[in-house]
């Protein structure tokens, strides 16, 4: 079972339950499906580098947020034409826990050991599972996946004033 799949799946069903709130049906459900099991063998190919094994979790993103609040690449841009890609290993259980309470941390632009991050305009992902892929909480398309982004091919209308104060941090 992927893990970000399987959050996205379920994350709804426990925001329905009393007493939880949308962030923590977001911080229950990785629990939930870390116990059940989160490994999956996947094979991530980009820029020439080969990551094959066992992966928790792998982030493809154009943005910054995943999930509401979840910023796990500050960093990203969604106009340089690159994608913002974050493999979580999953080499152990313990190791697994310490990068979900980093992330639940907020210890962004910082990543601990067994996670990998990187910049791409071309990934492509295989699975050995049958499992369909996750976009944005609704289910993708099967493995293999070749996703790639260009720079300014969506056109969108934003106030200048507003992105010069976000880049000057004001």
């Known amino acids: 079972k992927k893990f970000a799949a399987a959050i996205g ?21 990785p629990g939930v499906n870390f116990i059940r099991g989160i490994h999956e063998h996947y094979v991530v190919d980009v820029d020439g580098q080969h990551f094959d094994g066992n992966q928790t979790l792998m982030c493809i993103a154009n943005g910054r947020y995943y999930g509401g609040s979840f910023n796990p690449v500050p960093d990203a841009e969604p ?4 994608l913002d890609v974050i493999v979580i290993k999953g080499d ?17 632009g910082s990543y601990p050991p067994g996670v990998v991050y990187f910049k791409s ?11 369909s892929t996750d ?23 934003c106030p200048v ?8 941090g004001k």
């Open 121 to 131: 305009d071309d990934v492509t992902l295989y699975s050995y599972s049958e499992e």
């Open 135 to 157: 976009i944005d909480g609704q289910p993708g398309p099967r493995f293999p996946v070749h996703i790639t982004c260009e720079a300014g091919a969506l056109r969108v209308i």
């Open 79 to 82: 106009d340089d034409g690159l």
């Open 9 to 29: 799946r379920e994350i709804g069903r426990y925001r329905r339950r009393r007493l939880v709130s949308g962030t923590g049906a977001y911080l229950l459900s």
């Open 92 to 108: 152990s259980p313990i190791e697994t826990i310490r990068t979900i309470f980093h992330f639940i941390k907020r210890n962004n």
């Open 161 to 168: 004033a507003d992105r010069r104060k976000k880049r000057s």
